[in-house]
Structures are given as C-alpha cells and as structure tokens.
Nanobody
Framework: VQLVESGGGLVQAGGSLRLSCAAS????????IGWFRRAPGKEREGVSL????????YYANSVKGRFTISSDNAKNTVYLQMNSLKPEDTAVYYC?????????????????WGQGTQVTVSS
C-alpha cells in the first residue's frame, strides 16, 4: 500500500487549504483512510477519517465545522478541505490508512502512512 500526499503550504489565519492523498495497493474497499497531524512538541492527533465501505466519517473536535473530508473512489483519492485555518492547525499532516482500524483513537493502530505534508498557518 502506498499513500501519496499533496497540498500543504503556508496560509494566513482564516484561509483555506486542501490536502490530497492518493492511495494505491488496496484490493478492496474494506479500509479506513484519513489524516493525523503532528505539531512541534506535541503528540500525534487524529484529524479526520473516512471508512471506505460505508462512508462513515469522523472528525476531531478541534476541526469540526472547519475541515471536511471527502473521497473520490474512482481516483482512490481522499481530500481534506481545511477552512478557517488557525495558527494552532500548524503541523505536519499525515495521510493514514488501515484495514482493521476504523476510528481515530490511536495513531499506532494505523499500518500505512504517507510521507507527510507541512501546513503552516500564520497569524
């Protein structure tokens, strides 16, 4: 399985960015895919997750109402639309996926990770 992210960058507070994650190598839709982030000096935080089989979606409380996860199944690509960005959203964002884990609780439950993309929000 390979996850390739794109779309990070520098944006001012209140701005928007969209992250993309192209997945390859899965043989069926029985997996979950989403995003974790890691800010300097902080633990990894689950941001959002979508279960491919039933479309169920999870968000961290810190991003609810501002971030939207979506999936283009034909392209095997997941997107994270991030609006109303805040300086505290600054982090490296990692695309994650797993066939067994279907929640955002623990980062170590995810077997597959992308290379990470930096998101920096200036105040």
């Amino acid at each position: 399985v390979q996850l390739v992210e794109s779309g990070g960058g520098l944006v001012q507070a209140g701005g928007s960015l969209r992250l993309s994650c192209a997945a390859s190598g899965f043989t069926n839709d029985d997996y979950a895919i989403g995003w974790f982030r890691r800010a300097p000096g902080k633990e990894r935080e689950g941001v959002s997750l979508i279960r491919r089989r039933d479309g169920r979606i999870y968000y961290a409380n810190s991003v609810k109402g501002r971030f939207t996860i979506s999936s283009d199944n034909a392209k095997n690509t997941v997107y994270l639309q991030m609006n109303s960005l805040k300086p505290e959203d600054t982090a490296v964002y990692y695309c994650v996926a797993d066939e067994a884990t279907m929640t955002l609780n623990f980062w170590y439950e995810f077997d597959y990770w992308g290379q990470g993309t930096q998101v920096t929000v200036s105040s």
